[in-house]
């Protein structure tokens, strides 16, 4: 028997990328490559790429160098190491990368990754493969199902596309040309994934695309169901105890998914909403296609419905001729909303982008002030939310073992991470806990409910 390949893979960017890698490891799972944590005695060594912001994409170039001696030094070992640059940075430049970076032997694009064992063994023979189609046919048909026990590493909390691609051609961002049009899976696929996974432990189910809310598959009864519509169904999946759903978009916030929040207790009372801009002018020059007015109008929708529900958003700084005016727009959009927490950005020009031909910039000062001063409202904003959570109780996921002896570690409905001491049988149950205080963004708390367990003879330690 051969001894198995050692694949090291590292994701940049968002959380789809952090599901695609998982699917790309289990692709390469069937041809025999295991996962290995050091990039340096890696047979196959794959980048999973951002190129959303310059800084993400120019970091695949820093590492590629870093990999150049890794490769080098492997050679002189008498050993072969591969190089592959998946994702979206891989999709934007195609085989620009082989010209800037000689090491790399194969581009892979984000729809064409279940060709991966062709394209290693075409770089092989070939010394080079590139693909960055966007083939006709659904990779979701074609790559294998994780094996239970990658299921189980993987933990109780676990990401499942079910719609992937953009149409809204925002003027400042790649997503619509790097992951190509929206497209939806049908209704029936993402149940027998989630079954599987919930078969196997997992507990909690995000559902991902760029604008998951635009998702609109085939269900089976031959018509196109809603996001609610899928997130009822999946709620009865025996197991699943919570599910979540990200990135929406405010246009795309349609009955259903209000309906979902209302109705169904797994759909948990969070969601990510990015706005960008709370300035009319820059939203219409962003192509957002809704002004802060109708921002607010959807969050108000969300808040009749559940009064518990918080929200948390992206934000764009420094888009060019944004003013101090419509940053002032900003603040008071964020002012009136009250943020969980929320991600903001220095506006970054991206190749072949409407709004990278726009000619007002905003100064590099100017950005930085505005980023700050914006940061500054959105910890307070998040750090008030946080506060409010002592002295209460709470539902808590207990996912894994914390960094001390007894320590289980779990999320609240708003995904702050909660500690508590606890027997480890806790994990993967929802169990009340009592706040007590907070430490740095965590929660410190004790469970205030009995654990429930499994009807069964107590064990007897040491008989
Ligand atoms: N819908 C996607 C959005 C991905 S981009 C998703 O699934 O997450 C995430 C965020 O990056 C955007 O909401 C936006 O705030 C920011 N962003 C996108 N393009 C950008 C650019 N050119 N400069 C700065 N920030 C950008
Ligand atoms: Fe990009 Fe999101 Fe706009 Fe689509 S909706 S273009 S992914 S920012
Ligand atoms: Fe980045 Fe592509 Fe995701 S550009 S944010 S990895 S969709």
Not at 29 to 34: I, P, S
Not at 79 to 93: K, L, S, Y
Not at 125 to 142: C, L, R, S
Not at 240 to 265: C, N
Request: aromatic residues 6%.
């Amino acid at each position: 028997m051969t001894a198995p390949r050692k694949l090291h893979i590292k994701s940049y960017g968002c959380q789809m990328n952090v599901y695609d890698a998982q699917r790309m490891v289990d692709t390469l799972a069937a041809e025999g490559f295991v996962e290995t944590a050091s990039a340096d005695d890696a047979d196959l060594v794959i980048l999973n790429t951002c190129h959303i912001r310059e800084k993400a994409s120019e970091k695949v170039y820093s590492e590629l160098g870093r990999l150049r001696q890794a490769k080098d030094d492997a050679a002189r070992d008498g050993r072969a190491m591969t190089i592959a640059v998946a994702g979206c940075v891989a999709q934007a430049e195609g085989e620009e990368i082989v010209r800037r970076a000689p090491v790399v032997d194969v581009v892979v694009g984000p729809q064409s990754y279940h060709h991966l064992p062709q394209l290693l063994a075409r770089a092989r023979t070939d010394g080079v493969a590139i693909e960055t189609e966007f083939p006709a046919e659904d990779k979701f048909g074609v790559l294998p199902q994780p094996k239970p026990e990658a299921i189980r590493a993987r933990g109780i909390s676990a990401f499942v596309t079910v719609q992937e691609g953009c149409d809204k051609f925002c003027t400042f961002c790649v997503v619509p040309y790097t992951r190509g049009a929206e497209s939806s899976r049908p209704v029936g696929k993402v149940i027998d994934d989630v079954t599987r996974l919930a078969d196997h432990g997992v507990r909690e189910i995000t559902l991902i695309g760029q604008n998951v809310n635009a998702y609109h598959g085939e269900g089976p009864d031959g018509r196109s169901w809603p996001l609610g519509r899928l997130l009822e169904r999946l709620a009865s999946i025996p197991g699943i105890m919570r599910l979540r759903y990200s990135t929406s978009h405010p246009r795309d916030v349609d009955d259903s998914l209000i309906e979902a929040h209302r109705d169904i207790p797994a759909v948990m009372p969070f969601v990510h909403l990015p706005v960008q801009s709370g300035s009319d002018r820059i939203l219409a020059a962003m192509n957002r296609r809704h002004t802060a007015a109708d921002y607010c109008a959807v969050v108000d929708r969300f808040r009749a419905v559940r009064q518990d529900i918080a929200f948390s958003s992206d934000f764009i700084v420094g888009f060019p001729g944004e003013t101090g005016e419509d940053f002032c727009a900003t603040l008071a959009l964020v002012t009136q909303i009250g943020y969980a927490g929320a991600y903001s950005f220095k506006y970054s020009p991206r190749p072949g982008t409407p709004a990278a031909e726009m000619r007002e910039m905003v100064s590099a000062a100017e950005m930085d002030e505005r980023l700050a001063r914006l940061q500054e409202l959105i910890d307070s904003q998040q750090s008030a939310f946080n506060t409010a959570a002592i002295g209460k109780t709470v539902d808590v996921l207990f996912e894994r073992g914390g960094r001390y002896d007894g320590q289980i570690v779990g999320r609240t409905a708003y995904l702050q991470p909660a500690h508590v001491m606890a027997p480890n049988d806790i994990i993967g149950q929802v169990i009340p806990v009592k706040i007590d205080s907070l430490e740095r963004y965590s929660l410190l708390g004790e469970l205030a409910a009995p654990v429930s367990r499994p009807a069964q003879s107590p064990v007897t330690i040491g008989a």
